[in-house]
């Protein structure tokens, strides 16, 4: 079977990368397109900041988180790629329900069943990917499907602007929730379930459905690399969450921006910047971790530490055209991390146990990160409004910035660590 594999790692890896690809952009897309919504939602529904922020990330990371796990663990013993069906079909759905919400109540509960979906749709792909590609690629592999974070957000911003303005933003919520389900039964057609531990070498896969060592997130959890990795990357995803749900109210209130305006403005720059800075973090983990997997962190921490002052200094210009290179910086440091912190976490466990050691690290990033990110930037914003009246949310924004620096020690630490829980 590992042969089998390794003859079909030609182009039929590429194309299920693409689809993979796919599916992670479908999956940021119905996650982040309520930020450019944000607005007109708040005006219709007469929401608060803090109410907004509760939406944009409790209501959709309390069951994404609570429910990784429980899917991992299913993923590392079942079909990964039913698992990605069934889930791609339910957040799709949910977000086309989000459409039909008549108040914060019901809008919150359809953003809780887009994360009940969305909880199945990453984990099972890492281990997908680290099934398909040989280690020296695994990097570079896994920040190509975290392109789907880019491109995603950047369409969820484009499509979800531009369709509100066309008719409304309830349309928004329920052409791109509609298009999701569409996908899934393509998905399932196109992706194949890979023997498990095919790229490992001589030693023989595991067949689908055996169930891996007893003990497998134990092991993990007594990791101290694991627990520094987790922290870093949530700390750095409390700023990256939040400023990416905000930003479009910022252009807002600051800039005076409408909302076509926006939309094409912060849509090319996520674009941009944001496929940047992914591939140039595979490229890098690739390049500099074959030689020693500390630079795994070491690449990312470096990157938060020169994100921070670009971000602070795009959030006060005033030109547009300014404001676009000073944010392109920061957009594609932002996310240089995901394809290098991703590999590390793969080889912190055995081959039929990443699932769930991917789970286990996306519940510490996201129910901190996507949890705390948007509700901390809107509260923030209340709570300075006051003061600073439609100018506290950059001022919200200045305060989470500090959560890189945080974000680049713990990295630095966890480098240090790397070498001692590695699995070959």
């Known amino acids: 079977m590992a042969q089998d594999a390794r003859a079909a790692s030609g182009g039929y890896r590429i194309v299920v990368l693409a689809i993979l690809i796919l599916a992670y952009t479908f999956n940021f897309l119905d996650r982040q397109i309520l930020g450019i919504l944000a607005g007109p939602i708040k005006q219709e529904l ?26 991992a663990w299913l993923a590392d013993r079942w079909s990964r790629t039913w698992i990605m069906t069934g889930a791609l079909a339910l957040w799709s759905g949910f977000t086309a ?8 109540w019901q809008l919150f509960l359809c953003r809780m069943g887009v994360g009940v979906g969305e909880a199945g749709g ?4 890492y281990s997908l990917i680290a099934d398909y590609f040989p280690k020296e690629q695994r990097a570079r592999a896994l920040a190509a499907y975290s392109f789907g974070i880019p491109i995603g957000s950047a369409l969820g911003i484009l499509f979800g602007g531009l369709i509100a303005h066309a008719i409304d933003w309830r349309a928004a919520f329920i052409v791109v929730g509609l298009a999701g389900v569409a996908l899934a039964p393509i998905f399932r057609l196109v992706v194949k379930e890979p023997p498990r531990g095919a790229m490992e070498g001589p030693a023989a896969p595991i067949p689908a459905g055996a169930a891996p060592p007893r003990g497998g997130i134990g092991r993990l959890l007594a990791k101290p690399a694991f627990w520094l990795i987790s922290l870093g990357a949530a700390a750095s995803s409390v700023c990256g969450y939040g400023v990416a749900f905000w930003l479009p109210s910022f252009f ?3 800039l005076g921006m409408n909302l076509v ?8 720059m996520t674009l941009v910047g944001g496929v940047a800075g992914v591939w140039l973090g595979g490229w890098l ?9 500390a630079f795994y962190l070491l690449v990312p921490a470096a990157a938060f530490l020169v994100a921070l002052p670009c971000f602070f200094l795009a959030i006060q210009a005033q030109n547009l055209w300014l404001a676009f290179v000073l944010f ?12 290098p912190v991703i590999t590390a976490v793969q080889h912190l466990v055995a081959p039929a146990e990443r699932s769930t050691a991917s789970a286990c690290f996306l519940f510490v990033n996201n129910l901190i990160g996507l949890g705390l990110g948007t509700w901390f930037f809107g509260a923030v914003s209340d709570a300075l409004a006051p003061h600073f009246g439609a100018e506290s949310l950059r001022y919200a924004i200045y305060s989470g910035l500090g959560f890189y620096l945080v974000s680049a020690g713990l990295f630095v630490l966890a480098a240090r660590r790397l070498r001692h ?3 070959e």
């Open 261 to 268: 305006d926006r939309s094409l403005f912060l849509g090319s």
């Open 46 to 71: 007469g929401l608060t900041d803090s109410q907004l922020g509760l939406m944009g990330g409790l209501a959709f990371a309390l069951f994404y988180t609570g429910l990784g796990i429980p899917i």
């Open 252 to 254: 807002e209130r600051s």
């Open 328 to 339: 392109l910086i920061p957009t594609g440091l932002n996310l240089v991390w995901l394809g």
């Open 421 to 423: 829980d590695w699995v």
């Open 285 to 293: 983990g690739d390049r500099l971790g074959r030689a020693r997997p």
């Open 97 to 104: 329900l989000c459409g039909l919400a008549g108040g914060f």
């Open 122 to 125: 990453v984990a099972p792909a």
